[in-house]
């Protein structure tokens, strides 16, 4: 069974704290993603990475960057947490197909991150 | 860049029909739709290619307009189990942005 974890499910950090979500597939899969999910906003893209080491901005990346060292892991990294970056955040992955640019993405359970 | 999702939110009652629509200001070269329920990770129902091509996933079933720029999901006799939040995708080639989503809410 293909799978994409997330190594929490709930966070509470301060302001002003580093905070780093990681997310892990064993589907081997070259496209990584991280989307926030806020209430009538659906899910924005922040980052997503093609390949170890790439890494490309989408939507929202203002106040996140990203890591990926290995290609199972992608990691989400809050430099600096302020409390508007309170939301769901979530971790997909897909295999890349030339033809096609985007393939189906397989999405982690969600980190629920309450900055305070 | 978001593709607008309308209606926003529909409550339906068992064996009703529904149709969810997806519009760009963007060509499109492809549209995915994904279904999530409450407290879940969205799951992936069906890719549309240009073409006007058709997909379905059991009564679910869904058109690509590439000329208007639209999709629609089409729920037919639905069921309790298809309540939640259906989110379209679109791919422009070099980016992917998810729509704000529709809540169905399937009642007995």
């Not at chain 1, 209430?39 to 901005?57: A, H, N, Q, T, W």
């Not at chain 2, 639209?70 to 939640?84: D, E, F, H, P």
């Not at chain 2, 989110?87 to 422009?92: A, S």
Request: glycine fraction near 8%; charge should be positive; include cysteine.
């Amino acid at each position: 069974d293909v799978k994409v974890t997330q190594s929490s499910r709930y966070l509470v950090k301060r302001t002003g704290e580093k905070v780093f979500l990681e997310c892990v597939q064993d589907m081997d899969h070259e496209n990584m993603f991280w989307y926030r999910q806020d209430p009538g906003l659906g899910l924005r893209l922040i980052y997503f990475s093609y390949d170890v080491k790439m890494k490309e901005k989408g939507d929202i990346p203002e106040g996140y960057s990203v890591s990926r060292e290995k290609k199972e892991r992608f990691s989400l990294i809050l430099e600096s947490a302020s409390t508007n970056q309170t939301s769901m955040y979530l971790c997909a992955s897909s295999l890349f197909n030339p033809g096609l640019s985007y393939n189906e993405q397989f999405f982690g359970p969600g980190t629920r991150l309450t900055v305070l | 860049q978001q593709p607008v999702q309308s209606p926003q939110a529909v409550i339906l009652r068992e064996g009703e029909d529904a149709v969810i629509n997806c519009s760009s200001s963007k060509a499109l070269y492809s549209v995915h739709w994904y279904r999530q329920k409450h407290g879940e990770a969205p799951v992936f129902l069906m890719i549309l290619l240009k073409g006007g091509e058709q997909k379905g996933h059991e009564k679910i079933s869904a058109s690509f307009n590439e000329k208007k720029q639209q999709s629609s999901l089409y729920l037919t006799a639905s069921q309790l189990s298809y309540s939640g939040t259906y989110f379209c995708g679109k791919n422009t080639g070099n980016q992917f942005y998810f729509g704000t989503g529709t809540s169905l809410t399937v009642i007995p």
